[in-house]
T-cell receptor
């Protein structure tokens, strides 16, 4: 079992829809990261959080430390949001461990 | 550019040859990482470093070695490249309590 599990693996949405991507982890962590990767592109950090909730534009990330679960929400989705969204955790020895990603496709 | 540069960006090499990939960061961050990204596997940790000359293995370290003689540089060496090492390689850096920054990736093809 992977230390970091994401769901769903693939997601298709229509423009304007509210999107939720989930991440569960099984190890103790000091922080959780949400990252974005566009096709053929580099990897960009969206959020780093260790408790509570963060918001940036149409993106919201939440974390529940007790339940070892985090969610990434996208409000009013747009085709330019189409990308792979990756959850990663900073655990023991400062290793950065990744989930396998959620491929999001937003259509018109 | 998140203060990180990978070189080369693309490389084709023959089976059995040694290959070195370079990661250079300008942020003076303590931690540096090498990952490979393959379809269906996501990003898998090869090696990481928590300081100059301090490195440790990740989950897919066989066939790879690393060196960090300066804070800013983290080198990944494929001692004798194999076709199974054809992949996209990403370097990352971070400091305690900071977000992670990623290089643009190196596409390596072993023929």
């Amino acid at each position: 079992k992977n230390e970091v599990e994401q769901s769903p693996q693939n997601l298709t949405a229509q423009e304007g829809e509210f999107i939720t991507i989930n991440c569960s982890y099984s190890v103790g962590i000091s922080a959780l990261h949400w990252l974005q990767q566009h096709p053929g592109g580099g990897i960009v950090s969206l959020f780093m959080l260790s408790s509570g909730k963060k918001k940036h534009g149409r993106l919201i990330a939440t974390i529940n430390i007790q339940e070892k679960h985090s969610s990434l929400h996208i409000t009013a989705s747009h085709p330019r949001d189409s990308a792979v969204y990756i959850c990663a955790v900073t655990g023991t020895a400062s290793k950065l461990t990744f989930g396998t990603g959620t491929r999001l496709q937003v259509t018109l | 550019d998140a203060g990180i540069t990978q070189s080369p960006r693309h490389k084709v090499t023959e089976t059995g040859t040694p290959v070195t990939l370079r990661c250079h960061q300008t942020e003076n961050h303590r931690y540096m990482y090498w990952y490979r990204q393959d379809p269906g596997h996501g990003l898998r940790l090869i090696h990481y470093s928590y300081g100059v000359k301090d490195t440790d293995k990740g989950e897919v370290s066989d066939g790879y070695s690393v060196s960090r003689s300066k804070t800013e540089d983290f080198l990944l060496t494929l001692e004798s490249a194999t076709s199974s090492q054809t992949s996209v390689y990403f370097c990352a850096h971070r400091d305690s309590g900071t977000e992670a920054f990623f290089g643009q990736g190196t596409r390596l093809t072993v023929v």
